[in-house]
């Protein structure tokens, strides 16, 4: 999203990836367990800016664009910027392009203050309401009027999040823990859009404080004593933005126009944010279809939640079982993708597929993650499913991401010991693996490895 600090995330974005599909239709209380899970869990950021992946977000049901319009002229924020794009006429303004006294027009209009009367004027000159030439402020070409369309008002409205978002490097909501941490906090009240209480927040960013900046305890007293008085004027200040409203229940959540603005900037970092008429149409297809369209990456991962919905677990996971067994390597993957989403309900057909040769290394992997007895897999078995996930990138189009991949796969691992054991694994692609590695791995030994590997797997 919008700048944010890199001293962490409010809930870490490795484990939000988990939240957001986990979540589904669950309750509210569900919800906020899984959050304090999800914020006492801590470890690496694994966002946009820091891997590769990106994050797939619960659909959403955003309001119609008429009704987003005709709210954006009564945001407090833009109401006031509009007043004071009136109020300044023509005027002088200092080399910086600034009011040369600040308190003048929060005198005359009312205004809490300087502070908060600096993010009207960029929001007011940044979006055109204000214009500047010469060292004088004027109004500019932009008029905000009910009679604009309403995608000009959106068009609008999204340009004031951006710019109310850039201030987060300049102390925009009074608290720098919180500011170092509002793209995140904003994304995961996206991700839970009925609400998420103060305290889930509060403690959401402590333990991301604590994991990232590896706080000493007196630093974490006094944050925590001071941290919940923060959180709620940086409510404040967002609610007053448009983009933050209270609940019935009184729990903080994103406004109708905070959702749509969340979004827009969500989906302009790659995340997969649909609405939810965008992934309606993912509920009718079948297995296959559905696997096709995750496997040529036409389908995004949200489509899986839409359409596991709509089947019984039970049946949903044999027909993809049956998919998987007779499939590539690219549909086991994407078969065991979907299977992830499903529980100890699906285990019937899992237990099943410990007959079936390509799958069953699978099945008592998914059974082992469930506490549910399965056979145990050894170490061949383990490296067989290393082979086959990368094998599942041998694609045109992916090879590039084998070398990535294979050093996530085995993190911690001596990769020259793993390419060996790819090699004993038995895997009818794993050729095809090592020569990328070979090809592709940056690291001189690895590639080295993979190629003797490959050689001794063509003299068998």
Not at 112 to 139: E, F, K
Not at 238 to 264: D, F, H, I, K, N
Not at 295 to 317: K, Q
Not at 382 to 407: I, K, N, Q, S, Y
Request: aromatic share 4%; glycine share 8%.
């Amino acid at each position: 999203m919008a700048k944010s600090g890199n001293s962490g995330n409010v809930f870490d974005l490795g484990e939000l990836r988990r939240l957001v599909e986990e979540l589904g239709s669950g309750s509210r209380e569900a919800r906020a367990a899984v959050l304090d899970e999800v914020a006492a869990d801590g470890g690496d950021c694994d966002c946009p800016g820091c891997g590769p992946d990106a994050l797939s977000f619960p659909p959403v049901r955003l309001a119609p664009d008429g009704e987003l319009a005709a709210a954006v002229l009564e945001v407090p924020l833009v109401r006031d910027a509009r007043r004071l794009a009136t109020w300044t006429g023509t005027r002088q303004v200092t080399p910086e392009g600034l009011l040369p006294d600040p308190f003048l027009p929060c005198a005359e209009l009312g205004l809490p203050g300087p502070a908060r009367l600096h993010l009207l004027w960029v929001v007011a000159v940044n979006t055109r309401m204000i214009r500047i030439m010469r060292g004088v402020a004027s109004p500019g070409p932009l008029a905000l009027s009910a009679s604009l369309p309403p995608a000009a008002l959106l068009e609008f409205w999204d340009g004031v999040v951006m710019d109310v978002l850039d201030r987060a490097d300049e102390s925009l909501t009074g608290s720098a823990v919180v500011d170092d941490h509002l793209a995140e906090m904003l994304a995961t009240m996206y991700a839970v859009h009925d609400g998420l209480s103060r305290a889930t927040l509060v403690k959401g960013i402590l333990q991301s404080h604590e994991v990232a900046c590896q706080a000493r305890p007196a630093e974490m007293r006094a944050l925590a004593a001071a941290l919940p008085a923060e959180l709620e004027s940086a409510l404040e200040l967002l609610g007053y933005c448009g983009l933050v409203e209270t609940s019935g229940a009184g729990l903080p959540r994103l406004t109708p126009l905070g959702m749509w603005a969340v979004r827009q900037d969500l989906r302009r970092e790659g995340h997969d944010a649909p609405t939810a008429s965008e992934v309606a149409v993912f509920a009718g297809l079948d297995a296959a279809e559905l696997v096709e369209a995750i496997t040529n990456r036409s389908a995004a991962p949200s489509a899986v939640a839409v359409w596991l919905a709509s089947r019984a677990p039970e049946a949903a996971a044999r027909e993809l079982v049956k998919i998987a067994a007779s499939g590539t390597a690219a549909q086991r993957a994407t078969v065991g993708s979907i299977l992830e989403e499903l529980g100890p309900e699906a285990e019937v057909p899992l237990r099943e597929a410990l007959a079936e040769p390509a799958m069953w290394r699978y099945a008592a992997s998914w059974l082992h993650i469930r506490d549910l007895p399965a056979p145990a897999l050894t170490l061949t078995d383990r490296t067989w499913l290393t082979v086959d996930t990368l094998a599942a990138m041998t694609c045109p189009g992916r090879a590039a991401d084998v070398a990535r991949e294979f050093d996530l796969l085995e993190p911690g691992e001596d990769p020259v010991r793993v390419i060996e054991e790819m090699a004993r694994a038995g895997h009818p692609e794993t050729l095809a693996v090592l020569d990328l590695l070979a090809a592709r791995h940056g690291e001189p030994a690895v590639a080295k490895a993979a190629r003797k590997a490959a050689m001794k797997t063509r003299s068998r």
